[in-house]
């Protein structure tokens, strides 16, 4: 099999998405995605939204409530806050772990207990009073100074499952008051998960999304009561784009290009993480839908292709696609694994059976 | 001492007889058979946890046996294929479908999610002979993951600049 690979110049030099930083801080990154389509932004908009594993509370065992809050109030409350997803990667599913109903491989314990003995004043419960410990109680060690085991700027993060604090006065989020006499102990059992079981899970807050800010595309429809271009002020990303002429005329076949993206993190992972994170669950998605589609039996597929299987094809087809894609072969030996993983999905169709349910698909992504 | 599954809990397949965690123990698994309004069923065992909303990891997880796409190809039309892709929603469909159109052999693709309380969308593709469809979808999966990597290395590249220009940021 010779053909084509697909003729939209994914074998130019310069192909390929492009990413211009704009601004960001701890939690926030904006930046221009260009050279891309729509499809795939919006693919990694929805990923990074509702896909990402992180961890959060999800069993509360309530061994003394005397505070006004119901149990399952408490229990919720407990639930939204942001836990360090650091290390995410090496904490198991509670579905796919050995143990009975949860262990130190696959949930982290965080323990609070507080009493408000003889205050008349309430007693105020922050995220910063639950301690983390491990399953038999025992309190868990901060990492060590200078651990360096995360992805690039996941070494700001706390331990994994210590409650995230960004206010100032280091107390984080409110969980409860207490009045005098009032007690408060529970454990709280956070687990991996993602956000499309629970928002809970989410590693961001919001992800702003705009194309095309002068409209040259006609994907959207200004209601005016009586010109549109006054009653429509133009957002700040339209000063990244040429306006349209006057009396331009309408590129019915023009498609949208850059993406101007704001993605706000949660704090439970830096926001370069979360864009890292999303690329990768999305590139394990199609991954798993290549899996899928190579274990099928071969048996009664017309493929066109004179008696060869259909992964003889696709083996040639990806050497044949990707083998010429140097550009990012030496220069990029800064960002280590990245190549290794490109040359994993290119040609070597054996590297996907890798995905089979290992914790760590990507050889050597993380370097 | 007292479970309280937070909503959304995650059902643990428990093991040893145990109620799943996330099943409310309150939950009488007889209270419909015992409601009159319900005719013809009086008596018969009515799982009333059926009538709970699904559990939500039901979107994601693939059931026991279920496979992520289903292939099936169109017998009236030459080189045509209907994928079924379970446990998945736009965020591949639409992103599958955008790269087949641009295929110069796929002659058709489209996508549908034929209900949207079943996380299952539906793929067909038509090509022109000179690959099958289900050839053109992994060439496309495997285009989309290189062009996602490319992405990942050239945001790394971009945020190590950021990194080394603004020591920090300035949002």
């Not at chain 1, 190579?294 to 292709?305: F, I, K, L, Q």
């Not at chain 1, 044949?320 to 030496?330: D, I, K, L, P, R």
């Not at chain 2, 013809?40 to 699904?54: E, F, M, Q, R």
Request: proline content about 6%; glycine content about 12%.
């Amino acid at each position: 099999m010779d053909y084509e690979p697909y003729g939209n110049g994914m074998n130019d030099e310069d192909a390929g998405p492009r990413v211009t930083i704009r601004r960001s801080n701890r939690t926030t990154i904006d930046f221009v995605l260009s050279n891309t389509s729509l499809a795939l932004a919006n693919s990694l908009r929805r990923t990074m939204l509702a896909e990402i594993p992180t961890l959060a509370v999800d069993l509360v065992e309530i061994h003394a409530n005397t505070s006004v809050l119901a149990d399952e109030f408490l229990a919720h409350r407990l639930g939204l806050i942001p836990l360090s997803a650091r290390d995410i990667d090496k904490l198991l599913y509670g579905r796919d772990c050995t143990c009975d109903d949860f262990c130190d491989n696959c949930a982290c314990f965080l323990r609070l207990n507080a009493v408000n003995r003889n205050s008349d004043e309430n007693m105020k419960i922050f995220a910063r009073d639950l301690t983390l410990e491990t399953r038999d109680g025992r309190p868990v060690e901060p990492w060590p100074a200078g651990h360096n085991a995360g992805m690039d700027g996941e070494q700001e993060l706390p331990t994994r499952g210590q409650p995230i604090i960004m206010d100032e006065g280091q107390k984080g989020p409110l969980i409860c008051q207490l009045r005098k006499g009032q007690e408060l102990r529970v454990r709280c059992i956070a687990k991996k998960g993602i956000a499309k079981e629970h928002s809970k899970w989410a590693p961001t807050a919001a992800i702003g999304f705009e194309y095309d800010p002068h409209n040259k595309l006609r994907h959207t429809q200004l209601w005016y009561e009586a010109n549109a271009k006054e009653e429509w002020p133009l957002t700040a990303n339209a000063d990244w784009e040429e306006p349209p002429q006057e009396g331009q005329r309408f590129e019915y076949e023009a498609e949208p290009d850059s993406f101007y993206i704001n993605l706000e993190g949660t704090g439970v992972m830096p926001p370069d993480s979360v864009m890292h994170n999303g690329i990768r669950t999305l590139q394990e998605k199609l991954a798993n839908v290549i899996k899928g589609l190579s274990d099928e039996g071969d048996a009664g597929v017309p493929n066109g292709m004179g008696g060869g299987s259909p992964m003889d094809g696709v083996m040639n087809g990806g050497g044949t696609a990707y083998g010429n894609q140097t550009a990012y072969g030496g220069g990029m030996s800064a960002y280590g694994g990245g190549v290794g993983g490109q040359s994993a999905y290119g040609g070597n169709m054996g590297a996907f059976s890798s995905y089979g349910g290992a914790a760590t698909p990507y050889g050597g992504y993380r370097g | 001492m007292a479970y309280e599954p937070v909503f959304g809990a995650l059902t643990i397949h428990a093991k040893g007889g145990k109620a799943p965690v996330g099943s409310w123990s309150n939950a009488s698994r007889y209270s419909c058979s015992l409601d009159p309004r319900i005719n013809g069923n009086v008596g018969t065992k009515i799982d009333v946890l059926a009538d709970l909303p699904p559990d939500r990891y039901e979107l994601f997880l693939l059931e026991d046996g279920e496979k992520k796409v289903e292939f099936e190809p169109e017998t009236r039309v030459p080189h045509a294929a209907m994928f079924t892709f379970n446990k998945e929603d736009h965020t591949l469909g639409n992103l599958l479908r955008a790269k087949l159109v641009k295929s110069e052999h796929v002659v058709f693709a489209g996508y549908q999610v034929p209900h949207p309380l079943f996380a299952v969308f539906k793929l067909r593709v038509q090509t022109d002979g000179e690959v099958s469809p289900k050839e053109a979808v992994v060439q496309a999966c495997q285009e989309l993951v290189k062009e996602l990597q490319i992405l990942d290395q050239e945001f790394t590249k971009e945020w190590e600049l950021k990194k080394i220009a603004g020591g920090g940021g300035d949002l």
